[in-house]
């Protein structure tokens, strides 16, 4: 039987690294991309065997015109995951919408001219369904869908505060919308799938060098781990889907017939901050000094994410609130101690 290879962008990240080693599970070879050797070089030092599974392929920028050049040929699936970074960005313009928008379209692009590539699947995000709206006035009790778009245009996300949310959501939403046109427009072989995910929480498998340079969701929630958030009666978005459902919900998606050329939303539940630090007090008893106090309130009203088509799929069943930060922070709080014992 041929073994195929699937393109994978992103593979160091939070999500990258969990979709990468279930791709491996599967038999896949895997093509990846990334920013530094160093970055390969660490990711392949903690997972060995994936040595001669993963063909590495060091792109400093995916969104330079022909970035993918020479790296998609005999490819038969692209998982395109990296993206700019989600807060601190300085220029709007240039940081965010730029990069975000070449990223998506460079894959989208280079996909086109290979026959071999029979699918290509895009991590989107909610940002590009509802934008960076949560518990605003108005929200509660709306039901969003796939079929719904974050409206921000060009210019507003250019004029809109820097290093915002709403200007990464605005980023999200527009390049997804380029890469939708591409395909009709172009009509290329390939078919496309993209999901957009809430915030994603879960154990990072990924190489961790700094408990101050995770990424945003896992930054999030570390904040309620570590006692950082003491205040825990304000979750800014109380939505979220586990990492390792998000990964399977990927590599599914390349071969899954329903999903050819469909738009998913994927949440798989709602949480709060305090949820969050009484189950971490709970389920680690020796760190409930440092979290603040919870008395396991929900989350705040908020509009509902309908995921139902997912559900309907892909036969997913979602990881529980309870399993997903258990998880999460035991490998975190192991992670700190290793790093505490190395200095």
Not at 156 to 172: D, I, Q
Not at 191 to 215: E, H, K, N, R, W
């Amino acid at each position: 039987m041929t073994v195929e290879t699937v393109l994978v962008t992103g593979v160091t990240g939070f999500v990258g690294s969990h979709v990468a080693l279930q791709l491996l599970e599967h038999g896949y070879k895997i093509r990846a991309t990334a920013r530094s050797q160093h970055k390969a070089d660490a990711w392949t030092e903690k997972y060995p065997h994936s040595n001669g599974e993963i063909d590495w392929a060091i792109v400093p920028d995916l969104s330079i015109p022909g970035a993918f050049d020479g790296i998609m040929e005999n490819i038969d699936y692209v998982v395109h995951i990296a993206t700019p970074v989600a807060v601190g960005f300085k220029d709007n313009e240039k940081d965010m919408l730029i990069p975000a928008m070449e990223g998506v379209m460079s894959v989208m692009r280079a996909a086109a001219k290979q026959p071999s590539i029979k699918h290509v699947t895009i991590t989107g995000s909610w940002g590009a369904i509802g934008g960076h709206r949560a518990d605003e006035p108005g929200e509660e009790g709306r039901v969003y869908t796939p079929d719904d778009w974050n409206e921000t245009t060009w210019k507003e996300a250019v004029n809109g505060p820097t290093g915002s949310a709403f200007v990464y959501c605005a980023s999200k939403s527009l390049s997804e919308k380029a890469a939708w046109n591409f395909v009709e427009t172009e009509k290329p072989k390939f078919t496309f799938t993209t999901l957009c995910a809430p915030l994603i929480y879960g154990p990072p498998v990924q190489v961790i060098d700094s408990m101050d340079t995770l990424p945003a969701s896992c930054a999030e929630v570390w904040t309620v781990l570590s006692g950082k958030q003491q205040d825990l009666s304000h979750t800014l978005y109380p939505w979220f889907v586990d990492v390792r459902d998000l990964a399977k919900i990927h590599v599914e998606s390349l071969t899954n017939p329903k999903a050819r050329n469909q738009r998913y939303l994927t949440c798989g539940g709602y949480d709060s901050y305090s949820q969050i630090a009484y189950i971490a007090a709970h389920a680690y008893p020796e760190q409930a000094h440092r979290i603040a106090k919870s008395d396991n309130s929900g989350p705040p009203p908020h509009a509902t994410l309908d995921s139902s088509k997912a559900e309907g799929d892909f036969g997913i069943k979602w990881t529980s609130l309870e399993k997903c930060i258990t998880d999460m922070a035991g490998v975190m709080y192991a992670r700190e101690k290793e790093l505490q014992a190395s200095k």
